[in-house]
């Protein structure tokens, strides 16, 4: 199963941008998933410290991301921005290609901004408020079961 991690990222707040990521890769590493991740193969000292700029070319970026996105099986957006005040402009580009392709979603926040918005809301197929709600749910397990075998 493909899984996308979709989610803030910003060269000041990059060990956090990372920290969750990593969280999730390690939880499941027995599983047969595959991530699919803005940071894989990222020069990280090219990030900006707004974390609107790179080494890349924008177009490069966004067609790498859409690849990415549209060829997931799943989607984890973690909509936390480490106390930064840009918005996640990028992240809910990524939940709407997404929703267009009937992906299912995994939204992660504590915030009411995004768990009451209307779009957000629909486009999530859950919402749970942390990373280790995400475990404790059975969320991830849920989707993957029924993308294999059916066990009785």
Same mark, same amino acid.
């Given at each position: &199963?493909?899984?996308?991690?979709?989610?803030?990222?910003?060269?000041?707040?990059?060990?956090?941008?990372?920290?969750?990521?990593?969280?999730?890769?390690?939880?499941?590493?027995?599983?047969? @998933?595959?991530?699919?991740?803005?940071?894989?193969?990222? =020069?990280?000292? %090219?990030?900006?410290?707004?974390?609107?700029?790179? %080494?890349?070319?924008?177009?490069?970026?966004?067609?790498?991301?859409?690849?990415?996105?549209?060829?997931?099986?799943?989607?984890?957006?973690?909509?936390?921005? @480490?106390?930064?005040?840009?918005?996640?402009?990028?992240?809910?580009?990524?939940?709407?290609?997404?929703?267009?392709?009937?992906?299912?979603?995994? &939204?992660?926040?504590?915030? =009411?901004?995004?768990?009451?918005h209307p779009f957000l809301s629909y486009f999530a %197929?859950?919402?749970?408020?942390?990373?280790?709600?995400? @475990?404790?749910?059975?969320?991830?397990?849920?989707?993957?079961?029924?993308?294999?075998?059916?066990?009785?």
């Amino acid at each position: &199963m493909k899984v996308y991690l979709a989610g803030f990222i910003q060269g000041s707040k990059l060990k956090e941008c990372i920290l969750w990521r990593k969280q999730i890769r390690e939880y499941y590493k027995d599983y047969p @998933f595959v991530f699919l991740d803005p940071l894989n193969g990222k =020069d990280f000292a %090219s990030i900006s410290q707004d974390g609107l700029k790179s %080494s890349r070319n924008p177009h490069s970026i966004i067609h790498r991301d859409y690849k990415s996105v549209t060829s997931a099986d799943l989607i984890i957006a973690n909509m936390n921005t @480490f106390e930064e005040q840009r918005p996640l402009t990028g992240t809910i580009c990524e939940l709407a290609w997404a929703w267009e392709k009937h992906i299912p979603i995994i &939204m992660i926040t504590k915030e =009411d901004k995004y768990k009451l918005h209307p779009f957000l809301s629909y486009f999530a %197929s859950d919402i749970v408020s942390s990373v280790n709600e995400l @475990f404790e749910s059975g969320v991830v397990y849920y989707f993957y079961s029924g993308l294999v075998n059916a066990l009785y």
